[in-house]
């Protein structure tokens, strides 16, 4: 009996601390949840737009679709669709598997950075490396191919709000000039837009120019040797976007610069095209597109390799400004890819709330 007493007056002793125990682990935070995952499709479109286009590039399209967790249980549920246009030499498989954005997504759903929504990022890398998403006589119409007939194919065979007011349109480099290019030529598709580090927005030296890539675009007879130069590559990429020859000169398009018997000669017929392509010049001929947007938004990293994607930001912030376009810009510390993706990254902190805000949800 006595040792029965003991025990009751050491528990008894001890039970102040006990409690103080059981009040501190009551206070600590919940093991953090994982988050429903959504999943990636893979769907092809083959193009009826861009079927035998001059520059042989394949109109059978991959095209990658997020969908959110619960989008197959719920089967009378639609959802808004934000479309993402990958940058040069990246493509839809990459923006998934190796920049990971279903988990990015997964994990913004989850934290109430965003509603559950789609996300459908087309592959328009071609064989020089990218569309720009602009129509082309070599190149076919990428343009409408990305903001027709895509669309149409995604709201036919996924479950969308299939109206403007839910379309979200934005992109990293050429992705940021092609989102920026498609909300200023495609008024009724998109209801906000935001580009990330949007290359060529004006014409530039650095872009424009590119020596010696110049020289060597001008002499190469083949895919495999541009192919050895990034600038030479672009060069022509661009070259076949926005100066196209369809059937005529190497590439099927005009580059504007011309190799003479000991320097680059410029011309100048080129050079203008490829300024009139660019959104800073496209603009004044298309307030109105962008005054029809709910958002309209970009950013970029003070610190870009891309020197000209600063400069180019500040400038079109100033002329949209003195046209009175509502917009929204930023500069950051950072350069061209470091602050995109992450927990950290643009796309997680300031692209998706954007979209909360701007998007109508079911």
């Known amino acids: 009996m006595t ?74 549920r639609r959802y808004p669709v934000l479309y993402y246009l990958h940058g040069f ?57 990305t903001a027709r007939e895509l669309v149409s194919f995604i709201d036919k065979n996924y479950r969308t709000l299939a109206r403007p007011a839910s379309r979200g349109l934005a992109g990293h480099s050429m992705g940021g000039n092609g989102t920026l290019r498609l909300a200023l030529l495609y008024p009724d598709t998109y209801a906000a837009a935001y580009a990330l580090s949007p290359a060529f927005a004006a014409p530039h030296p650095e872009w424009m120019a590119a020596r010696p890539s110049q020289a060597l675009a001008s002499r190469a007879t083949s895919r495999a040797r541009l192919l050895q130069d990034f600038n030479a590559v672009r060069l022509v990429a661009c070259a076949r976007a926005f100066s196209p020859t369809p059937g005529r000169g190497t590439f099927g398009a005009a580059l504007p610069y011309s190799l003479g018997a000991d320097s680059l000669r410029h011309r100048d017929a080129v050079l203008a095209q490829w300024g009139a392509a660019s959104p800073l010049s496209l603009l004044p001929a298309h307030l109105t597109s962008l005054r029809q947007l ?20 500040r400038t079109l912030d100033t002329q949209l400004s003195a046209y009175g376009i509502p917009h929204t810009t930023e500069s950051y510390e950072g350069n061209h890819g470091n602050r995109i993706m992450g927990h950290d990254g643009r796309v997680y902190q300031k692209l998706l709330p954007f979209f909360n805000q701007r998007l109508q949800f079911e």
């Open 3 to 76: 040792f029965f007493f003991d025990c009751i007056s050491a528990f008894l002793m001890r039970l102040p601390y006990f409690l103080f125990l059981l009040a501190l682990l009551w206070r600590l935070p919940a093991p953090a949840q994982t988050p429903a995952k959504g999943r990636v499709v893979v769907t092809y479109l083959d193009s009826k737009l861009l079927k035998g286009n001059p520059g042989g590039e394949n109109p059978r399209r991959r095209v990658s679709v997020y969908l959110p967790a619960g989008y197959e249980a719920s089967a009378a």
């Open 294 to 313: 709910r958002g309209l938004a970009f950013d970029w990293g003070e610190q870009d390799q891309f020197r000209h994607i600063p400069e180019a930001g």
């Open 89 to 145: 030499t990246w493509n839809d498989s990459l923006i998934f598997h190796a920049d990971g954005m279903a988990t990015l997504l997964d994990e913004a759903i989850a934290a109430g950075q965003i509603r559950p929504l789609l996300m459908v990022v087309p592959n328009e890398q071609t064989q020089f490396q990218g569309s720009f998403y602009a129509n082309s006589a070599t190149n076919g119409p990428w343009g409408d191919f």
